[in-house]
């Protein structure tokens, strides 16, 4: 399986982030994960990043019930954010309300919604996706 080289998740959740970590690491699905713990922090890495000329992320997990910024302010600030890099977002929540994955389906940028927690399968589907 190919490798991802950068993947952002964003998640307030401390055992989530845990075991996603062990799970990524555990099937290589990707190089480097970098965590934050809310959608800002995220915001502001991405913004730092684009001025530094350093490296953006390939992918982003982003989950939608966090505090400072939740998953759908932040969507709402990277639509603002001019990059020619093309970044695949996926919202993973616990939320299985339709209104949040219809909701979810009117931003272009995002390319799933998956239901935590997120499976080996998953994630193989999403490097799929990403090398397709």
Not at 31 to 40: L, P, R, S, W, Y
Not at 59 to 77: A, H, R, S, Y
């Amino acid at each position: 399986m190919k490798k991802i080289k950068l993947t952002y998740l964003i998640d307030d959740d401390e055992i989530y982030i845990f075991t996603t970590k062990k799970l990524i690491n555990k099937v290589g699905f990707c190089e480097e994960i970098a965590v934050f713990q809310n959608g800002k922090e995220a915001i502001d890495a991405i913004k730092f990043t684009l001025r530094n000329k350093n490296e953006l992320p390939d992918v982003i997990l982003l989950d939608l019930n966090m505090p400072i910024m939740d998953g759908w302010q932040f969507l709402d600030e990277f639509i603002r954010i001019k990059s020619e890099k093309q970044i695949k977002i996926y919202i993973v929540s616990s939320s299985v309300d339709p209104s949040d994955i219809e909701r979810a389906n009117t931003y272009n940028m995002v390319s799933n919604y998956i239901v935590k927690p997120i499976s080996r399968e998953k994630l193989h589907e999403i490097t799929e996706e990403v090398f397709a």
